[in-house]
């Protein structure tokens, strides 16, 4: 039964496959409809009055669509990294930029040297009635179209920042090139375009990289704000709270060192003979007289306070350390301490972030009281005074004149910004989740509250690590007698 049953299905398996075959044959044959011609019998088959809406659509999509159409090579473009705008003698803008030349910096390269700002970049000052008449009548003196894109930095005079910064913001907020990301510094002291022209990185030859440098350092020492134009924005445009902005200026006594391009450091006794400091005050940390020779003339640290985009005051670097602990924003530093034991000795700790910021505005008593917690981890660098504070004992006895000195520091400044008044803490968003509506936030007579307030700061040190040696050396008593 199984043979007669092969020998049935293998005929009818041959004639399958053979019409299968024909099949496949007869398509292959058969003509193929060019391509198109679906689209054209559409359109033949199409009524008149759709036909020529549809023809007309495809004729404007042709000359829309191109995208090469306003092409430029990246040769055709100078590119502006950082601008300045200051005020001249008769109220003018003074624009002044500082435009990349692509070609110095890959010849440099390339030859494995060294190169200045100066050498692989041009500073070129503009003038004209508003910024973007300064930016044109710029544009129509370089080779090449100017080009904003890539500008990672804008410098604002402080004549400006006194007249209010707000009108000169308007043309980075809305014009395409600028990102909100711009980095925003007001110039003390001096022109806007002196900065560009005296600034002499000590290590960055990039500007880009420059510029970025600046930004991390700020963000690493607590000395100076890192501030951007989007930050700018949402200070100037929210009640109650006012503007921070970071600082730049030229130090005197380097510019003495500054002939020309290059600084040639002062013999030593003319730099002794310049130093300003007092035995047992903290030196001076405002931007444009650190005591210091050689390096960047440039100096940023400090910042700038400003209520309604005016400018009314600024802030060393050491208050502006305290800022940043007051607002929730410090992160780490090296601070130097008297010791209240040994007048003339002091102790040095690096103290970082510990937990998050709470603050406190208890709005039913008049005046308001206003009350802030700040946390931070302590390591010890060093004991100037060899007294052995790595101790539980000692370690409590150091957490307690520190923050004694952290909170005087805080106090001061808070009861300077209460006399002007300016609150550039913030201490009001407390009281923003306490309103049930917007307008009820934005009637809170705040500036006579912030001016009348009671300020308590608490901020506590905890003192965790003595660092890599635990108590200081001391000589040996037999050796005493050699070195009398």
């Avoid at 008769?90 to 930029?97: G, K």
């Avoid at 090139?177 to 002291?189: G, H, M, N, P, T």
Wanted: with cysteine; charged share 25%; proline share 7%.
């Amino acid at each position: 039964m199984g043979d007669s049953s092969l020998r049935l299905h293998r005929p009818f398996c041959r004639l399958s496959l053979a019409v299968a075959g024909r099949k496949l044959l007869a398509g292959a044959k058969k003509k193929r409809r060019p391509k198109g011609e679906d689209a054209i019998d559409t359109l033949s088959n199409m009524p008149k009055k759709k036909r020529l809406p549809v023809v007309i659509a495809i004729l404007l999509c042709g000359l829309i669509l191109p995208g090469c159409w306003d092409k430029r090579e990246l040769d055709q473009y100078a590119f502006v990294l950082s601008m300045g705008v200051d005020l001249g003698p008769q109220e003018e803008i003074e624009l002044t930029v500082r435009i990349s030349i692509p070609s110095s910096l890959t010849a440099q390269a390339g030859r494995g040297g060294v190169s200045s700002p100066a050498e692989v970049s041009k500073v070129i000052t503009a003038t004209g009635r508003t910024i973007p008449e300064a930016m044109s009548h710029l544009d129509s003196q370089v080779e090449r179209q100017v080009s904003y894109m890539h500008c990672r930095t804008v410098l604002l005079g402080e004549k400006i920042a006194q007249h209010g910064i707000v009108p000169y913001l308007d043309v980075f907020n809305r014009y395409r090139e600028f990102r909100r990301a711009l980095f925003v510094f007001i110039v003390k002291d001096v022109a806007v375009r002196d900065i560009f022209m005296n600034t002499t990185p000590v290590l960055e030859t990039n500007v880009a990289r420059y510029l970025e440098s600046i930004a991390t350092s700020e963000e690493r020492t607590d000395y100076a704000p890192v501030t951007r134009l989007l930050d700018i924005n949402r200070t100037i445009e929210e009640y109650h709270v006012d503007t921070v902005i970071s600082v730049f200026a030229l130090n005197d006594q380097i510019l003495k060192e500054k002939p020309d391009s290059k600084v040639k450091p002062r013999p030593t006794p003319e730099f002794r003979k310049d130093g300003t400091e007092t035995p047992g005050v903290e030196p001076e940390t405002s931007a444009g007289h650190l005591h210091r020779s050689g390096g960047n003339p440039l100096e940023y640290i400090g910042s700038a306070v400003f209520i309604g985009g005016k400018l009314v005051t600024y802030m060393d670097g050491a208050e502006n350390r305290i800022w940043s602990m007051l607002i929730g924003r410090y992160n780490t530093g090296l601070w130097t301490f008297p010791d209240p034991h040994q007048p003339g000795k002091y102790v040095s700790m690096r103290l970082n972030h510990g937990d998050p910021l709470r603050v406190t505005v208890d709005d039913s008593v008049h005046p308001i009281r206003i009350e802030v917690k700040v946390e931070l981890d302590g390591t010890i660098v060093e004991i100037s005074s060899r007294k052995p504070y790595a101790t539980p004992e000692g370690f409590r006895d150091m957490e307690a004149f520190i923050n004694r000195e952290l909170n005087s520091q805080a106090i001061r400044l808070v009861k300077r910004m209460q006399k002007i008044p300016a609150d550039p803490f913030q201490f009001v968003r407390t009281l923003r989740m306490r309103t049930l509506t917007t307008g009820e936030y934005w009637n809170i007579p705040w500036r006579e509250w912030f001016r009348d307030a009671e300020f308590i700061a608490d901020i506590h040190v905890h003192v965790r690590r003595p660092g890599y040696q635990v108590q200081p050396d001391e000589p040996l008593k037999q050796e005493e007698h050699l070195v009398r």
